[in-house]
């Protein structure tokens, strides 16, 4: 069994990671999905309250408060399948909420990407096209993630992936990573494993 974590800035490919986890039927959990439905209930668009609610859930139930609602999900998705992709880590907090519940059998998976190089890609999936409607700029996305701690939650990896070349490639070094495990890609220059990482 493992709980592969994701965690990356805006635009550097954790949805993709996501996609290829769910071709390969590996249950994904994605813990924005949590903030959606928190925005919902409250009656907020989550288009433009997404982060406003994310720090709101976090400063009335704690830093960890998303990560313990994702735990349930999880759960569940062990249930059928031996592994789990959990999408969306903000910070240190939620990544050590992880290693509490699942041990050794959580894998935290940094992906990273250049600031241009995100920017190119979140222009062609028209994200910035938010900004006029009154969302945030990447920079701003930027900001507000490495303030809740993602910046701590990056270094804490277990592997890290760089996503700077083709598509395909980046699948295909996820796709590996989660049917081989992480020895599988240490000979990729595009793939750092932290010390005692196997």
């Known amino acids: 069994m493992t709980v592969y974590g994701i965690v990356g800035l805006p635009g550097s490919g954790k949805s993709e990671a996501a996609a290829v986890a769910r071709e390969l039927d590996v249950p994904v959990v994605t813990m924005g999905d949590v903030i959606r439905q928190a925005c919902r ?64 059998d959580f894998l935290l998976v940094s992906i990273e990407a250049p600031f241009e190089t995100r920017a190119e890609r979140l222009d062609l999936r028209g994200r910035d096209a938010a900004v006029e409607d009154g969302g945030e700029s990447l920079e701003d996305r930027d900001e507000r993630e490495l303030g809740f701690g993602m910046g701590e939650a990056m270094e804490m990896a277990d592997v890290t992936v760089e996503n700077v070349d083709s598509l395909a490639a980046f699948q295909e070094r996820i796709e590996t990573l989660l049917t081989d495990g992480p020895s599988a890609l240490l000979d990729d220059e595009c793939v750092e494993l932290a010390e005692g990482t196997a």
């Open 41 to 104: 209930d409250r009656g907020l668009d989550p288009a433009t309250h997404h982060g406003e609610v994310a720090k709101v859930l976090r400063e009335e139930n704690g830093p960890a408060a998303i990560a313990e609602a994702s735990l349930p999900h999880i759960e569940d998705g062990l249930e059928t399948s031996e592994h789990v992709v959990v999408d969306g880590i903000r910070s240190d907090v939620e990544v050590e909420r992880f290693q509490d519940a699942f041990g050794d």
